[in-house]
Structures are given as structure tokens and as C-alpha cells.
């Protein structure tokens, strides 16, 4: 598999999978459902820079469970699978456990 090294503070999520079930269990086409706002954080770079040149480090770290915009990020493929390269200011939240 191939790896990205993302620039300054990029991040890489991998987007988890859609319920196909409503809570009351009626089945969702995928064509109707919408694009969930969670992932997984896969790779991250090492911040922006501040006035002195120094990264600033960036508050998520590899495997965190993420919230973000529905349209947050731009979507590539590396080796079939979809992933989200954003910004660390489009994530909205980490999801603590």
C-alpha cells in the first residue's frame, strides 16, 4: 500500500461506513443515505509554522475517531480505497471514548 506524508496541517481520515438501517430498521438505500461526518484519522502532518518557522503540533493524532462537515475535505484514492485529505481547522471534534 502505497503511504502519504501529508504537508503542514493536513490531515487524512478515512471515512467510516453508513448505517444502512434506521434505528426503527428500515433499510436505507445507499443512494438516499448521507455521507457520515466521522473517520478515523490515518495520517497527519506536522502543523503550520509559527512566526519563528517552528510547527506547531497538531491536537489529533493517528487513530483518533473524528467528527467533520459532510462536505469537509477533498476525497482521493490510494490503492482503491477513498480517503479525506482536510485541514486539522475542518475537524470539529475528537470523539473520546
Do not use: C, W
Not at 497538531?58 to 482503491?80: I, P, S
Amino acid at each position: 500500500m502505497k503511504k502519504l506524508r501529508p504537508l503542514h496541517d493536513r490531515v487524512i481520515v478515512k471515512r467510516l461506513g453508513n448505517e444502512t438501517k434506521s434505528p426503527s430498521g428500515l433499510v436505507i438505500p445507499e443512494a438516499a443515505s448521507e455521507k457520515p461526518v466521522q473517520g478515523k484519522v490515518v495520517a497527519f502532518g506536522p502543523g503550520k509554522k509559527d512566526e519563528k518557522g517552528v510547527p506547531m503540533p497538531l491536537d489529533v493524532k493517528e487513530d483518533d475517531l473524528v467528527l467533520f462537515g459532510q462536505y469537509a475535505g477533498q476525497a482521493v484514492k490510494v490503492d482503491g480505497e477513498e480517503l479525506l485529505v482536510m485541514r486539522e481547522e475542518d475537524i470539529m471534534a475528537i470523539v473520546v471514548p
